[in-house]
């Protein structure tokens, strides 16, 4: 599952992450999941981190270890999802070109 489409407009290690919090749900995941599953550098991760924190789109919490949490309002409702595949890159290109 991805994020909802008005937060793929961030930059792609931001989307990258903001999808991998979303597909583990409420089970969040540790800063070294997030780099093992996100293809950027530590130092990328953590910027990506500290701005989606500011913007209230994670949350961050220490217990045992340190877990992240997508926000609610950025995991799409299971509901409105369809069961039609994602666009091909195409799509992709044409979305980011606002066309």
Known sequence: ?????EYR???DVEVALLDALVDRG???????????????DIDAIEEALSALKADS??????????????HDRVVPDPDE???AAPGGLVDA???????
Do not use: F
């Open 1 to 5: 599952m991805a994020a909802k489409p």
């Open 9 to 11: 407009d961030r930059p």
């Open 26 to 40: 409420d089970e969040g995941m540790t800063v070294l999941e997030l780099r093992a599953a996100v293809d950027a």
């Open 57 to 70: 789109l994670i949350t961050v919490e220490s217990q045992e270890r340190v877990r992240v949490y997508p």
């Open 81 to 83: 999802q369809t069961d």
């Open 93 to 99: 290109v044409r979305d980011r070109l606002g066309l």
